[in-house]
């Protein structure tokens, strides 16, 4: 798993018990989230944007402020900012589906999206281009990070490793870390987190059908399928 931790772990509980007890899951975040800022200060904006799970996690820390409405990419963000204490409503499955959500609903204005150094989609720009005045704050930071020793184990080990990869920019970190692992199954979010590993030799490349939680479960339980398949008996990574 490379994901932050606590994304991580959140992911893997939401497996079903028996996928679950067919592996023996491994750490290892290749990106360390970050706070840019110290506090928020939503301004005059009327509601907010979040585009992933981590912008939910350093705005609810940075502030008790929860008395705008918010809009979310993905069930897990959504579920998450409700969690966190906002009023918050799905607006699609991606940022290209978010911004077409916004602009159907067209909420009173300005937006304000909270996001992170890297992102995709021009969330604020589109909106504001499209007749919805949006600005944007970046809140936190996400620095690389190397394999942990025991993911540099087990992907040179001879047992089959299933990697969900979630973001391209992850993708793009763990593609350059690798030294050939032909054992190795990536479940990639959407087919711009493919791309880094579409030249690679490996044992699987799937794509989720939609780039969401539970679409990579469902991607990871066909992959788990498979690797057992292959080699007869349970224990992928």
């Known amino acids: 798993m490379t994901r932050p931790r606590g994304a991580s772990e959140r992911f893997v509980a939401g497996l079903r018990p028996e996928i679950r007890q067919a592996l023996n899951v491994v750490?290892?975040?290749?990106?360390?989230?970050?706070?840019?800022?110290?506090?928020l200060d939503f301004g005059s904006?009327?509601?907010?944007i979040f585009t992933s799970s981590n912008g939910v996690g350093i705005a609810a820390r940075l502030t008790a402020d929860r008395s705008l409405p918010c809009f979310c990419v993905g069930r897990a963000t959504t579920r998450m900012a409700a969690q966190a204490g906002w009023s918050a409503t799905m607006a699609g499955e991606s940022a290209e589906a978010l911004i077409a959500g916004i602009l159907a609903r067209r909420p009173e204005t300005p937006l304000l999206h909270l996001r992170g150094e890297h992102g995709r989609g021009e969330v604020a720009a589109n909106l504001t281009r499209m007749g919805?005045?949006?600005?944007?704050?970046?809140?936190?930071?996400?620095r690389l990070l190397p394999f942990s020793d025991e993911?540099?184990?087990?992907?040179?080990?001879d047992k089959p490793v299933i990697a969900p990869v979630f973001s391209p920019r992850t993708a793009?970190?763990?593609?350059?870390?690798?030294?050939g692992t032909p054992s190795l199954s990536v479940v990639a979010m959407s087919e711009a987190v493919k791309k880094p590993f579409e030249n690679m030799k490996l044992s699987d490349l799937i794509v989720a059908k939609t780039p969401d939680a539970d679409a990579m479960r469902d991607a990871i339980e066909i992959a788990v399928t498979r690797a057992i398949r292959v080699e007869g008996r349970p224990g992928a990574h």
């Not at 793009?172 to 030294?179: D, E, H, P």
């Open 27 to 39: 750490y290892s975040p290749l990106l360390r989230i970050e706070p840019t800022v110290e506090a």
């Open 45 to 48: 904006a009327a509601g907010l």
């Open 172 to 179: 793009r970190q763990f593609a350059g870390l690798l030294n």
């Open 132 to 142: 919805l005045r949006t600005g944007e704050q970046v809140i936190y930071a996400q």
């Open 151 to 157: 993911a540099q184990r087990v992907l040179t080990g």
